[in-house]
């Protein structure tokens, strides 16, 4: 370690720290095998895959629901793993070294890590839902800590490593009055006067006017009784079973039904924007916007926290007022990113949050490539071939599929492959420095 002085702050010139991180085993994610964050947490942490258990999220990171552990003694073995013992939570770890968050971000976030980076493999839908802001983080704490663990918002980017679907925010108020038209089930359910409420809209209403009727109609249908959906569900499936050609969204529709039978959360899949993700794409959430995931496997990179309120396709606690009554109810298509080339092996997604953004590397075989001393930490993941990596200190460090590495504010980061190797970056938004 060496430190040096810099208009009064010490930086702190660290080698890299392995890490071993957290899996969750939620119903939701991919069987064995097949799921992405098997394989890389099996590499990881030297597990052994169970085919019967699903593997649906890999955290990295210091949020105490999913932590990673430095790994503190590591024994290079001939296939590139790693031996380890005596590991020590990376929360506990930086408390004990600030000065690994660069002075910025110290000052700024305190003495925590301001993004928590993840892998999905999502085989059913995740629950609509939606993460608070500050204000509605800091009162859901306070009052449900057991529910709400934390008082931090919660934006998040999802990119897209396979083709991945998602449910994100509401369609614009012509296509929802079209769905009101052409499904007459949803009248039954909620009511002929929330409905004509919208169909009554015109051009010359104002967007707030707009907005209150969609969020009226929407909470009525979100608080129907399960006996109510359980009826409008069966008649929906008996007309649809009658026609010979269905619409995209009716065929969206059946397919979660199958999934989440007699849940409010399919029929609210008909007023939600469907996307579908190419490899390589991202999508931006905000605060208060509502999506759920669909299928596929991504990066996600997030704000440091666990905060999430559902409302439907979920058998998870439900907190139906505090999701309708929180939601932004903005009625366009989400903002799809492509990310910008840094260099010719890489391509950054930077979303409008300042905790993080991400890059993606793919490195032919026998080539390098360098990261720029930042002010503040990252954390890379290895997710296919072999190669090396290096800080301007430390010296090289064989790496493989599943390794997971951090590295400390201010060092320059060199990487170089032995086959052609594919990784990604979390990081500190860099505009964030520039302000």
């Known amino acids: 370690m060496m430190e040096v002085t810099v208009n009064g702050c010490h930086l702190t010139k660290n080698k890299l720290e392995r890490l071993r991180c957290s899996v969750k085993n939620y119903d939701w994610g991919r069987i064995g095998s097949d799921s992405v964050v098997a394989k890389l947490c099996s590499a990881n942490s030297d597990i052994v895959i169970d085919p019967t258990d699903p593997y649906a999220e890999f955290w990295m990171g210091t949020h105490d629901s999913g932590p990673s552990f ?67 983080a800091r009162k859901l704490h306070t009052l449900q800590p057991d529910v709400y663990k934390d008082d931090n918002h919660k934006p998040e980017m999802a990119l897209a490593i396979t083709e991945f679907e998602a449910l994100c925010g509401f369609i614009p108020i012509k296509e929802m009055k079209d769905v009101l038209k052409n499904v007459p089930e949803i009248i039954e359910l909620v009511g002929a006067t929330y409905v004509e409420q919208v169909l009554n809209l015109n051009d010359q209403d104002c967007e707030e006017k707009v907005k209150a009727e969609v969020k009226l109609l929407f909470t009525q249908l979100m608080s129907a009784s399960k006996d109510m959906v359980a009826d409008m569900l069966l008649k929906l499936k008996s007309r649809l079973k009658m026609n010979h050609e269905l619409t995209f969204r009716e065929q969206l529709v059946l397919r979660l039904e199958r999934q989440y039978p007699d849940d409010v959360g399919v029929i609210a899949a008909f007023f939600m924007n469907y996307v579908k993700l190419k490899p390589g794409q991202a ?134 492959s032995e086959t052609q190797l594919e990784f990604y970056r979390a990081g500190v938004n860099s505009e964030t420095f520039e302000a």
């Open 283 to 416: 999508l931006c959430l905000g605060a208060n916007e509502p999506h759920a995931y669909i299928s596929g496997d991504c990066i996600e990179c997030m704000a440091t926290s666990d905060n999430v309120v559902r409302a439907g396709l979920t058998p998870k606690k439900r907190d139906v007022q505090t999701l309708c009554s929180m939601l932004t109810y903005k009625l366009e298509f989400p903002n799809i990113l492509e990310g910008f080339v840094v260099n010719k092996f890489t391509r950054k997604y930077r979303p409008p949050f300042e905790e993080f953004e991400v890059d993606r590397c793919v490195l032919p075989k026998g080539t390098s490539t360098s990261f720029p001393s930042i002010p503040g930490p990252c954390i890379f993941l290895i997710t296919d071939g072999r190669g090396k990596i290096r800080t301007g200190l430390s010296r090289e460090e064989i790496v493989v599929m599943g390794d997971v590495l951090f590295a400390p504010a201010n060092n320059k980061i060199v990487v170089k």
């Open 70 to 136: 430095v790994v503190k003694k590591s024994a290079n073995l001939e296939n590139g793993n790693h031996r380890h013992s005596g590991d020590v939570t990376l929360k506990s770890w930086i408390a004990k070294n600030p000065n690994v968050l660069g002075c910025k971000v110290l000052h700024k976030w305190g003495c925590d890590l301001p993004f928590l980076f993840k892998v999905l493999s999502v085989a059913k839908p995740l629950s609509i839902q939606a993460h608070p802001d500050r204000d509605l």
